[in-house]
């Protein structure tokens, strides 16, 4: 897990903006690659911040509202929040956040999930992105596979529409990362 004090440009600038548009303290609760390449380490290119929850909301959405694909903010720096509404995340992940980029802005804490909440957040979608994301943090972190299953299990699965089709995907994700682990030379 990589930690800097602000994130590389063109984030940070996007970032202070952000931050003065906040009148008090803004916490957003991040996913995806923005979390898989700024906290992780993965190099790969994303223009956005996912945001799953903002805290407190009222001022959250309102400074969302503002930084979203579009808007003045976004266009300047090419990068925009993301307010993902519908995605299947462990129930418990509050729990386990990360602050990324501690007091780096007045107002603004990025929290990031952790990775094993990453992974779980992007098996609905299971993209080859997603899919590169996983084998990338099941190699790096490395993912206890047991506890990835035993959080899904818990956590997540109830929450899934066709949980079958979750297990599939889960059981195929695991048998990558093995794949993975098995061709990667021992250190």
Known sequence: MRQTKHPPEPWNAFLKELDGLAASPLRLDCIGGFVVTQLYGLDRATADIDVI?????????????????GTPLARKHHIFLDRVSVAAIPEDYESRLVEMFPDAYQYLRLMAVDPYDLAL???ERDSKKDRDDVRFLGRTIPLDLEILQDRYRKEMRWQLGVPERGDL???LWVEMIEEDRAGQPED
Do not use: D, M
Request: net charge positive.
């Open 121 to 123: 957040s992007k098996l």
């Open 53 to 69: 929850e903002l805290a407190p909301p009222g001022v959250g959405a309102t400074v969302v509202s503002q930084a979203t694909k």
């Open 169 to 171: 995907k889960l059981k």
